[in-house]
């Protein structure tokens, strides 16, 4: 059985330099004994890889690239270390699932969208996509798969389902029209912020100054790009235990996976 010590590549990952990081990265999933391959494209290397066993059906995401020269130790090799160990324990399980590793979400989320464009998406019956996961108490999901998003699942880890939450590439995997939701965790109160910013709209005609300082002022924004808490010690091993836990329950639960009905309840 695979022992979980979610941070211990951490900081072997949260390399200022892209291409360094890339290298850690293949080195590290090499030495976990992970089959990946290198999809490459002009200036973009994804890392996709499966677990073994029955296929479930679900793909999960997450971005290793960084903000210009910034760490990026929550965004986002947070998620991507959460996802190794998510891998080992559906290999233990039996369950079959596929992981990308994208390239290019801070540039316009080209590495989604050569994923997207190389691989059959309508596949899945859901894609899982983490972007900040180890900074926070609150789980906080944006979209609908069920399973991910029964009712029980989420009173169980107490997560909120929430109406906004900051562009990943979830947008990108998305326009398949494949169920998708973005995972991140986030400190209680910014939980009320991402309701504030719910009210603005989609930004379909732009955003006003309000926004943006409503964004600014969330504690979790201080963990990413340059910002004063951007840097491994920051991460918090209980966050991403919490993330983990959660998408472990949700793929080896037997509860249906379905959301809260009125017309299942009466049988409409």
């Not at 947008?171 to 504030?196: C, E, G, M, N």
Request: hydrophobic share 35%; charged share 25%; proline share 2%.
């Amino acid at each position: 059985m695979h022992e979980v010590n979610i941070k211990r590549h951490l900081e072997t990952l949260s390399l200022r330099e892209l291409s360094l990081r890339r290298e850690a990265l293949s080195n590290i999933l090499s030495s976990e004994g992970i089959k990946f391959s290198r999809e490459v494209h002009d200036r973009i290397i994804n890392f996709t890889f499966s677990s073994n066993g029955n296929n479930s059906g679900f793909l999960f995401s997450a971005h290793y690239d960084n903000y210009r020269d910034s760490y990026g130790a929550n965004d986002n090799m947070s998620s991507v270390c959460i996802l190794i160990d998510l891998y080992h324990a559906l290999n233990a399980k039996n369950i079959q699932a596929d992981f990308v590793f994208t390239d290019g979400e801070e540039d316009k989320h080209s590495g989604a969208e050569f994923y997207s464009r190389t691989h059959e998406l309508k596949k899945y019956s859901g894609i899982i996509n983490l972007d900040l996961c180890g900074y926070g108490d609150v789980i906080v999901l944006n979209g609908n798969v069920r399973k991910f998003t029964s009712r029980s699942i989420i009173k169980r880890h107490n997560a909120e389902l929430v109406k906004y939450l900051p562009e990943s590439d979830d947008i990108i995997f998305r326009k398949s029209h494949v169920p998708t939701i973005s995972v991140s965790i986030v400190p209680k109160w910014d939980v009320q912020y991402l309701r504030a910013l719910a009210a603005f709209g989609d930004g379909l005609l732009g955003r006003p100054p309000e926004f943006y300082m409503i964004l600014s002022d969330m504690e979790v924004t201080q963990t990413i790009h340059n910002n004063a808490k951007d840097s491994p010690e920051y991460v918090d091993e209980l966050a991403m235990m919490k993330v983990y836990d959660y998408l472990l329950d949700a793929m080896t639960s037997d509860e249906s996976d379905s959301r809260f009905s009125f017309m299942r309840l009466f049988r409409l």
